[in-house]
Nanobody, 118 residues
Framework: QVQLVESGGGLVQAGGSLRLSCAAS????????IGWFRRAPGNEREFVAS????????NYANSVQGRFTISRDNAKNTVFLHMNNLKSEDTAVYYC???????????WGQGTQVTVSS
């Protein structure tokens, strides 16, 4: 059973940086995609970024392209989301999720709060 645990959220001023971590366990993730999503109050959950475990192919939402970077540490089974030049509109609960060969994100972490003050 896949388990995902996010950490690294917090309060930061606009223009600042944070690094989120997603520790994955429960299986080998070769062939999996790990994605970051976020949900702001009153909004739908939205895709932020993803990385393919094997090969490291990445994908980003337009709203974070150039500011956020997703990476992985295979040895630690951890995926990171490096967030730079944060804006107030980045305030949300951030979730990591895993998708297997179905490409459906069906395993989710509990989320970590990111608050950007302007």
């Amino acid at each position: 059973q896949v388990q995902l645990v996010e950490s690294g959220g917090g309060l930061v001023q606009a223009g600042g940086s944070l690094r989120l971590s997603c520790a994955a366990s429960g299986r080998t993730f070769s062939g999996y995609y790990i994605g970051w999503f976020r949900r702001a109050p009153g909004n739908e959950r939205e895709f932020v970024a993803s990385i393919k475990w094997s090969g490291g192919t990445t994908n980003y939402a337009n709203s974070v392209q150039g500011r956020f970077t997703i990476s992985r540490d295979n040895a630690k089974n951890t995926v990171f989301l490096h967030m730079n030049n944060l804006k107030s509109e980045d305030t949300a609960v951030y979730y990591c999720a895993a998708a297997g060969i179905s490409r459906v994100y069906d395993s989710w972490g509990q989320g970590t709060q990111v608050t950007v003050s302007s």
